[in-house]
């Protein structure tokens, strides 16, 4: 299981990123719930969980500015490692003890992370995942994984995108490469 950019600065309310939700007024209760049922289910049978976080370097040496999201990530400082918008959000997070995470500064978290030859040691060949932002992240990581060869599942429900219609966009710009099932569909083990 792929949990994407469940960091403070994209899920909290006064994080700064706000591709999922549109600011502090929207609301993140059906995703957080979404997001922890399958978190949990994953635990509950073994599921590896790999959580991806975007973090850049303190002084953003590592940051490209070559689109709006990464100038913006630039002039306003988010998004850097150690700083609280770059944790994870505390319902969200991972457990220490059984859960991988995997730093990246791309919007494909396969992107020079390493996380393709990890999946592969594993000898993964299913992957879910659920995150923020659907049209971003989650679709970008999910057309890789399914470029490699992996069946891929998307958890809707623990998915968001803002306006909404890009989530619903995304999925269905998707479909014919993923299974997308809500929450309390998912089987896992």
């Known amino acids: 299981m ?8 994209v899920i909290h309310p006064a994080g700064q990123i706000h591709a999922g939700f549109g600011g502090a007024e929207g609301d993140r209760t059906a995703f957080i719930s979404a997001a922890s049922k ?27 500015e070559n689109c709006e999201l990464y100038r913006f990530v630039k002039q306003n400082e988010v998004m850097r490692d150690g700083s609280w918008g ?39 060949d299913h992957l879910v995942l659920l995150g923020v932002a659907t049209h971003s992240v ?9 470029d490699l060869g992996l069946k891929v599942t998307v958890v809707e429900d623990a998915c968001s995108a803002y306006p909404r219609e890009r989530h619903i966009a995304s999925l269905s710009a998707i479909e014919n490469l993923v299974t997308i099932v809500p929450s309390r569909e998912l089987a896992l083990g």
Request: aromatic share 8%.
């Open 138 to 146: 989650v679709e970008h990581t999910a057309r890789h994984a399914a």
């Open 38 to 64: 399958a978190l949990q289910a994953a635990a509950e049978v073994g599921v590896q969980r790999i959580f991806v976080r975007m973090a850049f370097q303190p002084d953003g040496a590592d940051l490209i």
């Open 86 to 124: 770059a944790e994870f959000f505390e319902a969200l997070g991972p457990d220490c003890e059984t859960d991988i995470v995997v730093s990246h500064n791309r919007v494909n978290a396969f992107f020079a992370t390493g996380l393709e030859e990890m999946l592969s040691d594993l000898g993964c």
């Open 2 to 9: 792929l949990p994407l950019h469940l960091q403070n600065e």
